[in-house]
């Protein structure tokens, strides 16, 4: 798959958006960096019942003491880098 340079997917914005209506990935190259434009659905804006669990179970596990606490952000990586 060849990604777009910058002036070709301006010049060509409304077949770049067809494409990923389709579903395809659309690369585009920035310098030295690639992006991807690609359609998205509302679920991927909108919160699941999953997420709404997952959410209440850190809630529980917060109250409940059982999370970490760092004095400040470089405690904290160290514990990151240590993993």
């Known amino acids: ?8 997917y301006r010049n060509n914005l409304a077949a770049s958006f067809a494409r990923a209506d389709k ?3 659309v690369l585009i190259r ?12 509302p679920e991927d804006l909108m919160m699941t019942p ?17 999370t ?7 405690s904290m990586q160290r514990w990151m880098d240590e993993l």
Request: proline share 0%; glycine share 6%; hydrophobic share 35%.
């Open 30 to 41: 920035r310098k030295n960096q690639i992006y991807a434009l690609v359609s998205i659905g």
């Open 1 to 8: 798959m060849e990604a777009l340079s910058v002036r070709d």
């Open 50 to 66: 999953e997420m709404y669990q997952r959410i209440n179970e850190a809630r529980k596990e917060f109250t409940e003491g059982k």
């Open 68 to 74: 970490k606490h760092f004095a400040d952000a470089s």
């Open 23 to 25: 579903g395809e990935k």
